[in-house]
């Protein structure tokens, strides 16, 4: 069974990973132009969030 990790990162993207590989990094500010992608937008609008993580 593959283990997959969710890792919001602090003032940044979610980062999805599967067996140890990072498979997608996903908005979480609401400001990416390439959404459901991150694009960096969170650094450019100051966005801020706590980190945190999920083990599915």
């Given at each position: 069974m593959a283990?997959?990790?969710?890792?919001?990162?602090?003032?940044?993207?979610?980062?999805?990973t599967?067996?140890?590989?990072?498979?997608?990094?996903?908005?979480?500010?609401?400001?990416?132009?390439n959404?459901?992608?991150?694009?960096g937008s969170?650094?450019k609008?100051?966005?801020?969030?706590?980190a945190?993580?999920?083990?599915?």
């Amino acid at each position: 069974m593959a283990k997959i990790t969710i890792d919001a990162t602090e003032n940044g993207p979610y980062v999805i990973t599967v067996d140890r590989k990072t498979v997608a990094a996903l908005c979480r500010c609401g400001a990416s132009s390439n959404k459901p992608n991150c694009d960096g937008s969170h650094s450019k609008i100051g966005f801020k969030a706590k980190a945190f993580k999920l083990e599915v």
